[in-house]
């Protein structure tokens, strides 16, 4: 929003400029009341621009005073080298400057008002400058100077255009909206200018005012610039914080709601305002039914006076607390609980408590089973040895590892499969009355860990903690280790005891389950993206077949020598056309919906073919290294995506060398068990076994960290610069590769470049040897046969029946396939050759089922199929079914001339 008035900062400017007298009427004709109004350009934000009409009241000032002028130019004016004398270094910069080689002319050919602008700037600390005439000359202050930073003083006397070049396309607008005698103002305009040798963002307020020459006309405009960039970057910092504040409050609400224990907050009157969903999970009961004070219902009736006196009392004291009752739990029955609370406190103000309930109903029992244990081993003891024995008895037959320490951290008891486990790891069998220590003293790691569980135990506390432990073979194995203190029937406490149990096996299923998960999300994902790719190509290749068909078809009937701006135009369109398609094709291969035509490949002889191919592509600056083991396999995959799918990864590798390196193609034979794991696509997976053809191309580049290396085939990501990359390059040699039946593996370290190895299955067929038909010197072959066009799109089947027509074939086209059978069922009918029809077609009837309806008519008719996708109609687990003959949309003139006539002859 612009400023008021009164506030604008060149006003005070003018009222105290004294270099030489000016009543109100000389300011008035500087700058002159503006009654016209334009709508702001459509280049400026329109919600920070603002038009005013100047209205500038100044008050006489005092006579000049006397300033030395003695070293300016004899034909300065007095008056205005005063001004300059006054100015400093920037005065001095004026007066020298050679002012003749510009449109202003030499300054004593200046006007009165251009003099005194200047001055009123000179005058000012705050930056200002005057821009004059349609050129945009740049005269300025100190201040405007300083802002400029490494700009000045080169840009004294230049135009505003081009000092300020990465600004162009607004000073433009503000030049001419003020010269046509408007006002502007912005606040906080966001600009990003060069500044000081590097380009920042910027924010800025910048008032222009139109300064009228001694007629009325806008001669120039006086501009003043303060940056405001550092009030900008506070708001922001305030914004982030208070966005980090909101997103630790939804953590922590997140986290508690997800929590397995209850924990719940209150004011400082003790009412209840939070407790998450673990709430409900144990009690069966609403959240309702816990907030304020009806959480008290929910407690055994006869602990809940206790309780509530309890909690009272520590809400009245201000005093954290630990209490223990029976709550009611989901099943009907009531489980003992455990509540602790701590006070909350902000600045010294208390402000409630923060809690937590555990459910200790199995340590109660617990607890209870050993007193009740214990005291009949007191009983034992006392009346016989035998009934000890059979304590004992029933603690070793026990799966689950017992321990009993004393306050001495001495084995009071130990049950068979804790000692049994215990041999296995530490070597040594413990004894009753054996220092834990001692039992432990070849393992010094693992003593210091477990003399802490203990003393946490032996002090009173009720914990369980997962821990790792390796055996004396080096087996490693996890445990759930639950320490309890140890208290007899009386109260008094004798010691601790510990539960061990082996959860290795448990939390490996839990691993294994949550790498299926992250499969099948993937799996998931892939799927939502390849019926959206599905849905949108089949339209999409039709409207690019049309574009790209009639292009050709332009570029065929302009004459070479004449219209050579339309031959660029339609050149352009192609490019961009064929660019388009290439994205909804590796769409389709990153979704494994591109139909696959896969036949034995030697791609030793493949990737040589395309050296001189990668040799241009990688420029100068990039060594190429190709090698093969001798007795390399066949590979079964489609040669065609396969070149498609090595030029990906070379131009990414290429990319990544921006200073020039080496790309290195390996191609080894590779036999995989099963038991490794590939390091490919999201997730991890385990590889199938088998016999691949592995093809490696590794760069010497920047490399990728490891965050980069987990998004690295996610469709459009990409580290390029906008514009450079449309991040479906590696997600195409990863579809590719999966709908062949092979892998991907790709490894790379920051500064230590990147290999990505292409598994492609190993063929285990007959080779079949594939005869190239000649290329036709003439270009496009002709012929003269009779063909069938089926296709619903009127657009794409206008262009294919041109373009065979063009080719000298004699032509018949129907919209769908009961059109279609109607020709076909025909007197005249025998004379169609060939049936070139689209695999989608409308009515039901799919462009295979006209070709097997059709067939049964005429057995050697031929057929060519055509689509942007097929679907799963002559497409199935990704590959073209056998004996389909297909051309994807969009194709071009010299293709479907080459594969019409080719299916014709066959």
Known sequence: MGRPKTSWPWRPIIIMTGCYRQDEASVHTIFPPIQSKIPASPSIPPAKATLHRHRRRVSRGDEPSMIATAHYPADIPAGFAAVLARSGEMGRLIAGFDWSATPLGPIASWPQSRMTAIG?????????????????????????????????????????????????????????SALNGHSLAYRDQA??????????QHWLDLDYTPIADEQGRPAGVLATVIDSSARMRDRQEREIALAAARESEARFRNVADHAPIIMWVTRADGRCVYINRAWTTQTGLDIEQALDFHWFKAVHADDRAMAENAFRAATRDQMAFNLEFRLRHRDGGYHWATVTAIPRIDDGAYLGMVGSVFDIDERR????????????????VAEALAERKLFADIIDSTGTMVQ???????????????????????????????????????????LSVMRDYWTRALAGEDFS???????????????????????????????????????????????????????????????????????????????????????????????????????????????????????TQRLLAFSRRQPLAPQSVDVARLVDGLSDLLTRTLGEQVTLDIHAVPGLWLAEADPNQLESAILNLAVNARDAMPHGGTLSITMRNARLDGHATMVAGPVPHPTNPGDYVAIDVSDT?????????????????????????????????????????????????????????????????????VVEPPADPGGAVHGSETILVVEDDADVRAYSTEALRELGYDVLEADDGASALALLEAPEASRIALLFSDVVLPGGMTGADLASAARALHPDL???FTTGYARDVIVHGGRLDAGVALITKPFDFADLAARIRAILDS
């Not at 617990?366 to 007193?371: K, N, Q, S």
């Not at 990505?756 to 285990?764: A, G, I, N």
């Open 465 to 583: 903690v997962i821990q790792a432990l390796t055996d004396q073979a080096g087996e490693r194995r996890h445990y759930e280790l639950r320490f309890s203190p140890l208290i007899a029937a009386d109260g008094t406490p004798i010691g601790a005891y510990q539960f061990a149990t082996d959860v290795s096996e448990r939390l490996a299923a839990q691993e294994k389950l949550a790498d299926m998960e992250a499969q099948l999300r993937q799996s998931q994902k892939m799927e939502a993206v390849g019926q959206l790719t599905g849905g949108i190509a089949h339209d999409f290749n039709n409207l690019l077949q049309v574009v790209v068909g009639n292009l050709e078809m332009l570029d065929r009937l302009l004459p070479t020598e004449e219209h050579p701006r339309a031959r660029r135009a339609a050149t352009n369109a192609m490019t961009g056309a064929k660019r388009a398609a290439t994205l």
């Open 701 to 769: 580049g920047i490399g990728m960290d490891r965050a980069t290396l987990g998004r690295v085939f996610e469709p459009f990501f990409t580290t390029k610069e906008v514009g450079k990359g449309t991040g479906l390059g590696l997600s195409m040699v990863y579809g590719f590769a999966k709908q062949s039946g092979g892998q991907v593996q790709i490894e790379s370290k920051p500064g230590q470049g990147t290999c990505v190895s292409l598994l492609l299955p190993r063929f285990e067929g007959a080779v079949e040897t």
């Open 365 to 380: 029992r617990a607890e209870a089973t050993l007193r009740d244990v214990n005291a009949v081993l007191e009983r034992r």
């Open 120 to 176: 009123i700037a000179l005058s000012s600390s705050i930056p200002m400058a005057t821009i004059w005439g349609p050129e945009g000359i740049l005269i300025y202050n100190a201040g405007y100077g300083e802002f400029s930073g490494t700009r000045h003083p080169a840009i004294l006397g230049q135009r505003l255009l081009d000092a300020w070049p990465e600004a162009r396309a607004f000073n433009e607008q503000v030049l001419l």
């Open 191 to 200: 600009m990003m200018l060069e500044h000081r040798g590097a380009r920042e």
């Open 404 to 446: 009993v320490l004393g306050f001495d951290h001495c084995y009071l008891a130990i049950n068979r499969a804790a000692a049994d486990d215990f041999e296995r790891i530490f070597g040594l069998r413990p004894h009753i009355g054996q220092h834990k220590g001692d039992a432990m003293g070849t393992r010094p790691e693992i």
């Open 862 to 864: 031929k057929v060519l």
